[in-house]
């Protein structure tokens, strides 16, 4: 499912002294079955952004358009849960939010809200707890007895338990260690081939966007400064953003030897170029 | 609920932010104690008066203002609805059942409403237009004669100011969540009262575990830096009295007196 920004504007607390000016007249398109990341400073406007993609916050102007719904100023709170249907949304830290008495209880909240009967809300609650790699044996546990890691899986499976044809995603992997982050963004990636998800996420890791996304958008004071592929947002020079760790890795190997002057972007490119720089007999170099 | 500013600081330079935070209490205590002696309309027609030029003078915006202020408005109208539906006495205009609509009920109702009103409206721009350690610097001070029968001042002076200071903090955490559970299909909005319950739970649990973690931690980090309960603190902002301050409170005086007077049968 696509979502399309027309003209968007976002002022927090309009009409007070406090009033505050998220978003600027954005228009974007978030392409249907990609991942789109959007990156930025804090304050950016990326997470006032994500809440208009499920008619958490509603534009005040423009308009958002959500497969066939348009949302706008004028739409009523009622069409709103239809919206929240088809874009599931996991905040960051979505560890806080579970609360129920067992894990399975929790992940069937979602479903059991949007109109399923008990029965089958047992079944897609089991279905994606197995799909995020919760074992059998953890469904009858109080979720606050999971570690953090299992406990932000289990909020993922309740998000998706809700069959969503579009999922946002803030921050990810933050407060994870890198395997865990390594695990969750390839589960998000083999989502996305598998059940044709939608994905947007919002990033502060270079790498996470080097390495699994389709699309990046920049964002800079409310407004998109740039819109593009990840190879070539930081392949080319003028890109004011901060490189992933591969590229910055090469660029300081490129200053003391002759080597290819294209930037591989992630772990895998870097290894590959390196292995190919530096064959042990006969390379370019040494 | 985005718009619930009850109790939340808002920062500003206006006028009514200057004042000195023990007079503002005063103040606001007087003007609200009046309201409540107050049976009189032209006394009423006085008390907002100054509630709009306290709001006008405040600089946070009139719409603002009533957004953040309607749901109580909106309690106190509803309570007063209850008040005139069953309350009995004087002419009677109308009865059905239970429900009866006399001259009593309108007359108490009508009171209670306004006497709630100036006192919200009050409380509000109090809240608003002080900051969360001054209000705990003036609490600490209005609890001073305890401090003879043991009590000691500046542990309520810090439970105050944490109180205050992690108010917008929750308020946030309580937005975040039912951010989160209205992704997941929650409708706050429109459903029975037992449902909404329900669906309040899927709220309180996680905040409460959030809030004894942030308990935990603040006394961790407060024990690290050296904290050590039962001796003297001194405050980094002191508060002075100004000639305006002085000023303020002969006015406010005068009108407590006025009001007084109004009401006093000769």
Redesign the interface.
């Known amino acids: 499912m696509e979502i399309k920004l027309k003209n968007v504007g976002y002022t927090y607390?309009l009409?007070?002294?406090?009033a505050f000016t998220a978003l600027k007249n954005i228009t974007l398109t978030f392409p249907a079955h990609q991942l789109t990341a959007i990156i930025g400073k804090t304050g950016s406007g990326k997470s006032t952004l994500i809440?208009l993609l499920?008619g958490?916050e509603i534009p005040t102007s423009g308009e958002v358009v959500i497969g066939n719904q348009v949302i706008d100023k004028y739409t009523k709170?009622?069409q709103l849960?239809l919206v929240?249907?088809n874009v599931?949304?996991v905040?960051q830290f979505?560890e806080?939010?579970?609360?129920s008495e067992t894990v399975l209880k929790d992940v069937m909240?979602?479903p059991l809200?949007?109109g399923k009967s008990e029965q089958e809300a047992v079944e897609l609650a089991k279905f994606w707890l197995a799909k995020v790699g919760i074992d059998k044996d953890l469904f009858e546990q109080a979720p606050?007895e999971l570690s953090g890691g299992q406990m932000r899986r289990v909020a993922l499976a309740?998000?998706l338990a809700?069959e969503p044809k579009v999922l946002v995603l803030d921050e990810p992997g933050v407060g994870l260690d890198y395997v865990s982050n390594q695990n969750l963004m390839s589960l998000l990636k083999k989502l996305q081939s598998q059940f044709g998800l939608t994905i947007i996420m919002v990033t502060h890791s270079m790498e996470n966007v080097a390495e699994f996304a389709d699309h990046v958008v920049v964002m800079k004071n409310g407004a998109i400064v740039r819109q593009t592929k990840p190879i070539e947002l930081f392949s080319t020079d003028d890109s004011k953003v901060e490189l992933p760790e591969a590229a910055q890795f090469y660029l300081k190997l490129m200053k003391n030897h002759q080597i290819e002057n294209e930037l591989p972007i992630n772990k895998t490119e870097l290894i590959n170029r390196l292995l190919k720089q530096f064959k042990p007999n006969g390379g370019t170099h040494e | 609920m985005n718009?619930f500013i009850f109790g939340q600081y808002?920062p500003?330079k206006s006028l009514i932010y200057r004042l000195n935070p023990r007079l503002k209490l005063i103040a606001s205590v007087l003007l609200i104690i009046a309201s409540f002696i107050n049976h009189n309309l032209l006394g009423f027609i006085i008390l907002l008066g100054i509630c709009g030029v306290i709001i006008q003078v405040s600089?946070?915006?009139w719409?603002?203002f009533i957004?953040g202020t309607q749901f109580f408005i909106y309690m106190i109208f509803l309570t007063s609805i209850l008040q005139i539906l069953f309350s009995n006495g004087g002419t009677i205009y109308w009865h059905y059942g239970i429900f009866t609509i006399s001259s009593f009920g309108l007359q108490i109702a009508s009171l209670a409403f306004l006497r709630f009103l100036v006192a919200i409206v009050i409380l509000t721009v109090y809240l608003m237009t002080t900051n969360p350690a001054e209000i705990a610097q003036t609490i600490q001070g209005i609890c001073y004669p305890l401090k003879f029968v043991g009590v000691n001042l500046d542990d309520i002076g810090l439970v105050t100011a944490i109180a205050l200071r992690f108010m917008p903090t929750l308020t946030e955490e309580v937005n975040?969540?039912r951010?989160?559970?209205?992704?997941?299909?929650?409708?706050f909005?429109?459903c029975s009262i037992i449902k909404r319950i329900k669906s309040n739970?899927?709220?309180l649990?996680?905040l409460f575990?959030?809030v004894f973690r942030r308990a935990e931690q603040l006394a961790a980090t407060m024990i690290l830096r050296g904290y050590t309960d039962g001796k003297h603190r001194t405050h980094i902002r002191q508060s002075n009295w100004s000639k305006f301050d002085s000023l303020i409170l002969i006015v406010v005086l005068l009108i407590f007196g006025l009001i007084l007077s109004l009401n006093i049968n000769f």
Do not use: D, T, Y
């Open positions: 607390h009409n007070s002294p406090m809440k499920n958490l709170s009622k849960n929240r249907k599931g949304m905040f979505s806080n939010q579970l609360f909240f979602g809200n949007f606050f309740g998000v809700c | 718009n808002i500003g600089q946070v915006g719409i603002f957004k975040n969540l951010n989160a559970q209205k992704s997941r299909g929650v409708n909005e429109k739970i899927a709220i649990v996680p575990m959030s």
